[in-house]
């Protein structure tokens, strides 16, 4: 084992824990007074409830012996086996560490489609929903790509998570939100954010774990971490300039929200390239992102769809540009270890990643949505009418975010 490799995924396992709370704010600040905190919960409640099905169950069925290339074995429930011992998975730190750092990318992938029916989902019901969703959608697809499932024999590439992470919460969004309906007054009222100065400071949050979250992905110090800390950073800048650049354009202003937005939009497009393209590439791909989840969260109004914080148009198609832009631009000579992509003279891999795309989204959204319809018939997915005008801080939580003398 290697003390360093072992210090620098103990660093990006505590940058990217700090990626939810830095959600929950960015998540908070978009929501209207009477909902911040209940926003904010449900994003902070992840760490707790997923971390214990993580050691309890999660991480076996993600990383234990492959089963017919689709969900892991038993091996390590309840953290059997798992020690200080190094892992077939990341040869030079210890399993525990490997383990923790993993935990940390299954908890905030609920927390991210928590924003698509922030403001009308029952706490009691949002619970539920993640102990189902981690176990029968993150862990299968984590198993796919990461664990020697069926996806990563496949060649597919995913560096850090565009389909464990962006593309399976996106696309368990909208099913979210057509299984719980729209927001009271949608499309009738104003739902303005209360508090861009908490979104924004949550996207900076997110931007600074996010290196943790890619480079940490190399599971060593070494050119393929150095590399995935630089485009991650690209991409997100220039996908910054591109949203704000377009909405100028589309709207007449350039807007805080659009800032952040578009810098979220370039970190989630570069999560499953980060360790396998060039810098320049990075630019590319963090343009492209900024100008395609733009025209993705105005799609949802075209389409009538309530999707309340944009986690659609912003982690699923981001993710899905991602995933495709991996399979053009990746690069061998980047990544030994990865494959070249279209432009490096290997069509096939777009084709590779393609596949994996559909098979996820059609994965999360058909699960999430039998998960979603026996959650209603058992306890009700919604509060009643009069919870949501008076708000769920209070509903649910007797409680309120601001007192006003």
């Not at 949550?202 to 890619?214: D, S």
């Not at 909405?247 to 939009?265: D, I, N």
């Not at 590439?281 to 769809?305: E, Q």
């Not at 891999?349 to 098979?359: M, T, Y």
Request: aromatic share 14%; hydrophobic share 55%; with cysteine.
């Amino acid at each position: 084992m290697n003390q360093a490799d072992t210090t620098f995924i103990l660093i990006s396992t505590a940058l990217v824990l700090f990626m939810t709370p830095g959600l929950a704010l960015f998540y908070g600040g978009m929501t209207r007074t009477k909902n911040v905190l209940n926003t904010i919960m449900q994003s902070f409640v992840c760490l707790g409830v997923i971390t214990v099905i993580w050691i309890l169950w999660g991480y076996s069925l993600s990383f234990g012996k492959d089963i017919g290339g689709l969900i892991g074995g038993l091996d390590f429930i309840g953290l059997k086996q798992v020690g200080f011992q190094p892992s077939k998975y990341a040869p030079t730190i210890p399993h525990l560490a490997f383990m923790l750092f993993q935990c940390m990318f299954a908890i905030i992938t609920p927390a991210l489609i928590t924003g698509a029916f922030a403001e009308r989902m029952k706490f009691s019901a949002f619970l539920l929903f993640i102990i189902l969703w981690s176990t029968f959608v993150y862990c299968p697809l984590c198993h796919w790509v990461w664990g020697g499932g069926w996806m990563g024999k496949m060649g597919a590439l995913d560096f850090a998570g565009g389909a464990v992470v962006h593309i399976s919460s996106g696309s368990a969004a909208l099913a979210t939100v057509l299984a719980i309906g729209k927001r009271n007054g949608f499309g009738k009222r104003s739902f303005l954010p209360h508090n861009l100065p908490m979104t924004l400071t949550g996207a900076a949050i997110l931007w600074f774990g996010w290196f943790g979250f890619n480079a940490g992905s190399a599971l060593a110090i070494n050119q393929i971490a150095v590399n995935a800390f630089i485009t991650t950073h690209i991409a997100a800048a220039t996908a910054a300039l591109s949203w704000l650049l377009i909405e100028w354009r589309y709207h007449g202003k350039p807007t805080t929200l659009g800032l952040a937005s578009g810098a979220v939009a370039g970190l989630v497009a570069i999560t499953p390239a980060a360790g396998f393209v060039g810098p320049i590439s990075a630019l590319f791909i963090g343009l492209i992102a900024g100008v395609l989840c733009f025209y993705g969260v105005i799609l949802k109004s075209k389409l009538g769809y309530d999707d309340a914080l944009d986690v659609v148009g912003i982690h699923g198609l981001g993710g899905v540009w991602g995933a495709l832009a991996t399979g053009l631009f990746a690069s061998k000579i980047i990544n030994p270890n990865g494959a070249n992509g279209l432009f490096f003279g290997n069509p096939s891999q777009l084709w590779i990643q393609f596949v994996s795309i559909v098979a996820t989204c059609l994965f999360s959204f058909l699960i999430s949505y039998i998960i979603l319809k026996f959650i209603n018939a058992l306890l009700g997915l919604r509060v009643n009418n009069e919870d949501e005008e008076t708000g769920l801080d209070l509903s649910e939580h007797s409680e309120n975010a601001y007192q006003f003398i």
